[in-house]
């Protein structure tokens, strides 16, 4: 391989980095709450592509290209209203909606706070994060396991960045344990039963994308590790 | 999706502050749970999905997502949905007047704002449309009135440098007219009848009605504290320990003959023509003079005091 070959690959694999960092950091606000006013604007003004390779990353976003052709006066509240339904439901029996927090699927009695939060926040910690004070939900909520995926996926960038192909590795295996570990087990529960419960093709469509961008993820970090 | 969001936007849980990972040796840094935990098997299970049977049903809620619902007559669902949202009567029935032409989506909240006696509400103006349109009592048109292109809508395709993708588009605005179903129930409204209705069922309250209805005919209409001084304090009422002043003023509200309008319990129109119909009850209560009555406030929110 030529220099200016690797300097190729390399600002690929950077960009292709980038984009990773990006789509786990608006999957995360995409889950944190609901779309507002602003969000929606740049979401109905993006492109979203028709094939990727993955079928369910495609049905992903024509759902949300397709919801996002009907917006109207009223879409931030159909909007805020299904985010409440599929995420916090009515009712106190623990099925009344895809609750997205880990704890719930992985503890016997579908509890919040439980081991798999603890697990987390460890790993939060041990990468020098902490919550801001304004979250108030379990750290084990998908929004937070996604934008831990967008830190790593982020300082993996600024590692390659500055040519430490070691540490942009470390960064990448950790990405892949987290995902192998937690959010990959338990994520494709959640989306199954998001697409129950949701109304809007939007949620329905949030559900695909993430599924597809996780199986994806999963699959492009094994090629990077070179994992069998 | 494409990456063209402003993520430096969004306001994300970490705190950045608090970032203290320096990029530097990667030989301690791949982070693996099962390096940080023993073995713990106590309380964990397999992951466990939700079960949507399990959610409980709340009973009597009219199913406007079931099959027949659609297909019963618009007029009984109209009729079905005013007695659900009978606090906001006035707000519906003020709809559908401001719908006789079609009205703008973007103009409905003026609408709204302009409708007597409408009050703050969880619902947006496009709720209040939504729940008209899904009852049968208004339709979406286009400008010229004419029925609203129904097809499902449908993004774009478009090629960026040799790839396709979805491009969102925008639909026709959208504008609302009352049908036949809401011009019935604007024809059925009798704030007369209803008024009649309900002096019939409190005939002994009379009186205390038509004080209120005083107070409120007053140019600067009146606040609760004032007509509680005229209600609460007055023998006939305290003795029937059923009802407050709240009883009577709502009971007007619902009947089309007082509203809060301008930070004030005000007459309507609707309100004289029934204050005539108790032109002969003889009320003879006398109202204390409000500085002998203990805690009376001078400013109140309509509904708060």
């Not at chain 2, 990029?23 to 992951?47: C, H, I, M, Q, Y």
Request: aromatic letters at 10%; a negative charge; glycine letters at 6%.
């Amino acid at each position: 391989m030529t220099e200016k070959t690797e300097n190729a690959t390399s600002a690929e694999m950077i960009e292709a980095l980038k984009q990773r960092a990006a789509t786990y950091a608006l999957l995360s606000r995409l889950y944190a709450k609901e779309v507002d006013a602003t969000l929606l604007d740049e979401l109905h003004d993006s492109l979203y592509p028709v094939s990727t390779g993955n079928p369910q990353t495609d049905e992903g976003n024509r759902l949300i290209a397709t919801y996002l052709s009907g917006i109207w006066e009223n879409t931030l509240t159909e909007l805020a209203a299904d985010y409440m339904r599929v995420f916090f439901g009515h009712g106190y029996s623990g099925h009344a909606a895809a609750y997205p927090f880990e704890s719930v699927y992985a503890s016997e009695k579908r509890l919040l706070m439980q081991d798999a939060r603890d697990e987390v926040l460890a790993l939060y910690r041990a990468a020098g994060l902490s919550k801001r004070d304004s979250w108030k939900e379990g750290e084990d909520h998908i929004a937070l396991e996604l934008e831990y995926l967008a830190v790593l996926a982020d300082r993996a960038v600024e590692a390659l960045c500055a040519a430490d192909t070691d540490a942009a590795a470390a960064w990448l295996r950790s990405s892949y344990n987290f995902l192998d570990e937690h959010l990959s087990n338990w994520a494709p529960l959640l989306t199954v039963e998001m697409e129950k419960f949701a109304k809007t093709d939007f949620y329905r469509g949030l559900a695909f994308l993430t599924d597809g961008f996780l199986e994806t993820d999963f699959e492009l970090l094994e090629d990077m590790l070179g994992i069998e | 999706m494409s990456t063209n969001i402003d993520l430096g936007q969004f306001d994300f849980s970490f705190d950045p502050a608090l970032d203290t990972w320096a990029v530097g040796d990667p030989a301690d840094r791949e982070l693996d749970s099962s390096d940080l935990f023993l073995p713990n098997d106590e309380g964990r299970t397999e992951f466990l999905p939700p079960d949507p049977d399990r959610v409980p049903v709340i009973e009597n809620t009219v199913k406007q997502d079931a099959p027949g619902y659609a297909d019963r007559p618009p007029e009984e669902r109209t009729r079905e949905l005013f007695g659900q949202m009978n606090p906001h009567r006035a707000t519906l029935l003020g709809m559908l007047r401001a719908a006789e032409t079609p009205l703008a989506t973007k103009a409905v909240a003026d609408a709204l704002a302009d409708i007597p006696g409408h009050k703050f509400s969880v619902y947006t103006p496009s709720n209040f449309c939504t729940m008209l349109e899904v009852a049968g009592a208004l339709e979406r048109v286009n400008e010229a009135g004419e029925p609203y292109a129904a097809a499902a809508p449908e993004p774009d395709i478009v090629e960026v440098d040799g790839v396709q993708f979805w491009r969102p588009t925008t639909p026709p605005e959208v504008f609302w007219l009352t049908t036949d179903a809401g011009r019935a129930m604007l024809a059925d409204d009798d704030p007369a009848a209803r008024a009649e209705r309900l002096f019939a069922k409190e005939p002994e309250f009379l009186p205390v009605y038509k004080r209120v209805l005083t107070l409120m005919d007053a140019p600067e209409g009146t606040t609760m504290g004032l007509m509680s001084v005229a209600v609460d304090t007055d023998p006939a009422v305290k003795e029937s320990r059923r009802f407050y002043v709240q009883h009577f003023v709502e009971s007007l509200e619902r009947a089309g003959a007082a509203a809060w309008t301008e930070g004030a319990w005000r007459i309507t129109e609707a309100g004289r023509a029934a204050l005539e119909m108790l032109a002969d009850v003889v009320d003879d209560y006398e109202i204390p003079a409000v500085e002998m009555v203990a805690d009376v406030p001078t400013t109140t929110d309509g509904v708060s005091w």
